[in-house]
């Protein structure tokens, strides 16, 4: 059985990933660790989500439980400066990760990348197989609809933090990426006020905000006369938890580097087989 850590165990993911783990096969939940001072530490994981006890109390010392996962990894949905820790925790005490953090900064990233120097390392924005599969399909739209308008819209519910989402910063990506393009020459995150024309090349990405949406990501691609729209919506974030899980296990035993959900799900390549030879 691989043994498995939830970082954010009471948060909205980390509670979906606390049953996701009693659901899956070959795993088994060892700790679940919570921000120090939560009123939830000590009471049983499983009471936590409605499940029978499973003998694991939420803690706040990431440091300990690592020592009762050797050969696992953690699975990590909380907020950049905790995953960052994680990273040096994890890299010393030789325990792979499954970030899903998404709106990480500079330092966060290269603790993820200083990590991966000693453990297998996955960070995906998104755990569902639609969305893998969407970057896949936007990245040969975007290759093959040449001279189109390129935008990226993503919904979610009132509650999330970053903005734009992961997600859309991965499938904006992916539409640069389709068109030879580096998104931090072509993004575009706002408009508002005298902005001009818009200019050719340019790819906007735009953030709305409201209720209790799961999550929606659309990619335009505008042309004279018609338009393509790109569209993936997640209605439970059951399928995040369940990938994430799948990711971990998949994860455990895997060389020390860095990996994606697209390698999980056998998509690596794809986008390139799907959109053809490379312009
Ligand atoms: N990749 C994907 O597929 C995917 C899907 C959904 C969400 N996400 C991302 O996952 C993250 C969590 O999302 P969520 O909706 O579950 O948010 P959430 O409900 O706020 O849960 C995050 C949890 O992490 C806890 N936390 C914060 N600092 C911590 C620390 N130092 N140690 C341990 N736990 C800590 C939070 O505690 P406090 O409430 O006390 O701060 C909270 O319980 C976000 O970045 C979100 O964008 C990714």
Redesign the pocket.
Known sequence: MIPLIV????????R?LIQAVTETPGVRLVAA??????PELGRDAGALVGLPALDVALS?D?GAALQRAAGGCIID??????TE??AALCARAGVGMV?????LGDSAKAALQRAAEAVPVLV?????LG?NVLLGLAEQAARLLEGFDMEVVEIHHG????AP???ALRLAEALADGRGQKLSEAAVYARQGDVGPRTPGEIGVMALRGGDV??EHTAFLFGPGERVELTHRATS?TT?AH??VRAGRWLAGKPAGRYDMRDVLGLAGDAGRLAGPAR
Do not use: H, Q, W
């Not at 970082?7 to 980390?14: D, E």
């Not at 660790?33 to 939560?38: D, L, Q």
């Not at 970030?99 to 709106?103: A, I, L, Q, S």
């Open positions: 970082c954010g165990a009471s948060g909205r993911m980390g979906m660790i919570e921000r120090p001072g939560t706040d990431l949905f909380t907020a950049p400066a905790a820790a994680a970030v899903g953090t998404t709106g995906a924005a998104n755990f569902s969305v509650k999330k933090r970053d989402s992961g997600t799961v999550g974030r995040f990938g994430a």
